[in-house]
């Protein structure tokens, strides 16, 4: 923004700014100055200070386990919801066939259906069709509920590009394929990074149709923090959490550095 | 370079029920610069994408060389085409962006190189290879696209309004240049632009389309000075257009009553008997102080006030009234040393005019 704000409203502004940043990011900080809590409850003010629930979930097999399904699972959903949503964005821009508007809506419809009746619906499914490897229902749930996100960060940015790059890519001999690879994907780079950032994140911390989705030999880390918050509501659980808030806020950092996420959510 | 012939046969392209493109056929000369000229809607840039196989016609072909090319994907029809918002990539700098046809067609890196510097050298923007589109004026944009549609030795160049976005006076210069570079290189050019100016500064022929036909097919004089419909008449350039019944048959002629005060002779015999239609170009009509000619009713001549005065620098346009209400529009060059406008608003005058520039428009 060029012109600067200044005076009263300036004021109102910057206070509700900062009402909102804390509103948003209180909790986190909560979280975190509970972690290094030195006590066997979670307690705040935090008592002392001590890095050893860390060490512990850190030597903690099944979280360590759950870490380690939690981010293959959201990888595998990023690359699946990313390989469904970019070409569908890309029809929904520029096609031009009957029905379009409607498909659209069915296609973004899994953003505003409750994701709970989603799950359940998905394991009736995926039952029904004999599917019993929890780790390809997990997969095929978390692409069903992240490919949103995908088309409509890509959607966005589609919009943008100039249908004239393509056509001149065409007349100077790339085929449609090339045209896509060479002009138009480097225009959506942010949309799609930020679609896959979104994708990666609402897989990683998805409950909702995880629990439906999810048996006792794989349960993502969404799982294992609720068992362990049911179970002994230790500081663990806010160290946990802290390392998930961490991965993300270094996840979103990298993006940002690499394609310009803000650009791409400003759009 | 060498140049191509390129045919339009029965070309037509309909969406659902409205139909863009209807049954044009056009052929072009090797070398030839041809301007397809309309209104917007008309047809014209549907007409340019189909040559350029970027739409699919409904019906009829394109043919280059005699060769049928409409099943021809467009990446392997060998076209250059520069667009109205140039269409750089924006990611690429200007030497990537000419070199981006070469690549696909595989190219060498050295052979690339070389014809890139030389297509820049062409379109003298040797200095600013490394830039980006975006640090370049929209003049040296437009020409970094020429050299890129340049650069593949295209088998034509396509223009789709393409000095559209530039301010007047560097929209003049580029219409000169880019005309001089298609001739030098024979390049067949085929050009959409819905601006008259530039289709009559740059084309051998002009395509005036209306409603997706076309309209009127000639040089620029030809259809400047000889409209076949009132349609051209009122596009290209202004007209004062008259209406009447025929009086009499004169020799090779006509007399045309079109008000009790005014009738004109015409050269050319009337293709109906029924009310003729005649233009007269602005520029063609004589403006007098009245009771400077006999007051005798003559043809080609009327008595009249004026109603508003323009002046326009090396031009005055006049516009006047006759006594039954007609507007006739005179366009008048000034001299050098006048004093603003020769005629004042609301002073009566005689127009009259020449035999010759009564001009009869076939289609009404």
């Known amino acids: ?267 | 370079m060498k140049s191509s012939e390129v045919r339009l046969d029965r070309l037509s392209k309909e969406y659902g029920r409205m139909v863009a493109v209807d049954e044009v056929s056009l052929a072009i000369e090797p070398g030839h610069m041809v301007a397809l000229l309309g209104p917007s809607g008309c047809g014209k840039t549907t007409c340019l994408r189909m040559i350029a196989g970027l739409i699919r016609p409904t019906s009829g072909d394109v043919f280059v060389n005699d060769k049928r090319m409409t099943d021809v994907p467009v990446h392997r029809r060998n076209v250059g085409m520069l667009f109205q918002n140039y269409a750089l990539f924006p990611h690429l700098t200007v030497e990537e962006n000419i070199a981006f046809g070469l690549e696909m067609r595989g190219i060498s890196k050295a052979d690339a190189a070389r014809k890139v510097s030389e297509a820049l050298n062409l379109v003298q923007l040797s200095k600013f290879g490394k830039r980006y589109p975006a640090q370049l004026s929209g003049g040296q944009q437009q020409r970094v696209a020429l050299g890129r549609a340049l650069v593949i030795e295209p088998a034509m160049l396509l223009l789709d309004e393409p000095l559209g976005a530039l301010d007047k006076g560097l929209r003049e210069s580029m219409q000169v240049e880019l005309r001089a570079l298609q001739r030098r290189l024979g390049l067949t050019t085929v050009m959409v632009t819905h601006d008259q100016d530039e289709a009559l500064t740059m084309a051998d022929k002009i395509v005036v389309m209306r409603d997706g036909k076309l309209e009127q097919v000639g040089s620029a004089t030809e259809i400047y000075q000889r409209p076949t419909s009132k349609f051209v008449a009122q596009f290209i350039g202004a007209s004062n257009l008259f209406e009447g019944p025929i009086e009499q048959r004169n020799g090779n002629g006509a007399v045309i009553r079109v008000s009790p005060e005014l009738s004109l002779q015409v050269d050319q015999l009337p293709p109906t008997t029924s009310d003729v239609m005649v233009s007269i170009r602005p520029e063609a009509i004589v403006v007098e102080r009245a009771g400077q000619t006999p007051a005798a009713q003559r043809a080609n001549s009327v008595t009249a006030r004026v109603d508003q005065a323009v002046y326009r620098g090396f031009v005055s346009h006049y516009y006047l009234k006759t006594p039954s209400g007609g507007q006739i529009i005179v366009f008048e060059q000034n001299q050098s040393q006048q004093a603003g406008l020769r005629y004042a608003v609301g002073e009566e005058v005689v127009a009259r005019w020449e035999a010759p520039s009564n001009h009869i428009i076939a289609r009404h």
């Open chain 1, 1 to 267: 923004m060029d012109e600067r704000f200044s005076g009263f409203g300036a004021f109102i502004l910057y206070t509700i700014t900062a009402g909102m940043m804390l509103f948003i990011l209180a909790p986190l900080l909560l979280v975190m100055a509970a972690s290094v809590s030195d006590s066997y409850f979670v307690t705040f003010p935090p008592q002392g200070f001590t890095l050893k629930w860390y060490a512990k979930v850190l030597q903690d097999r099944d979280f360590l386990e759950a870490m380690r399904l939690s981010i293959l699972l959201a990888l595998g959903t990023t690359a699946g919801s990313l390989l469904l949503g970019v070409p569908a964005a890309f029809a929904l821009v520029r096609g031009r066939f009957f029905g379009l508007a409607a498909i659209k809506g069915f296609l973004l419809s899994p953003l505003i259906f409750p994701a709970l009746v989603t799950g359940l619906a998905l394991l009736q499914v995926l039952t029904k069709l004999g599917s019993q490897d929890a780790r390809l229902n997990l997969l095929i749930g978390h692409v069903v509920v992240t490919s949103p996100y995908v088309i409509r960060t890509v959607v966005t940015s589609l919009q943008l590009v100039d249908e004239n790059l393509e056509d001149a890519a065409r007349t100077l001999g790339a085929n449609r394929l090339r045209t896509f690879w060479r002009v138009t994907l480097p225009q959506i780079a942010s949309g799609v990074a930020a679609g896959g950032l979104f994708a990666f994140m609402v897989s990683f911390d998805n409950y909702p149709v995880t629990m439906w989705l999810a048996n006792s030999e794989y349960s993502p880390v969404p799982l294992i923090l609720m068992r362990q918050l049911v179970n002994v509501f230790d500081p663990s659980v806010p160290a946990m959490s802290t390392i998930i808030i961490l991965m993300a806020m270094v996840g979103v950092l990298l993006l940002e550095k690499l394609v310009g996420l803000r650009r791409a959510l400003a759009a």
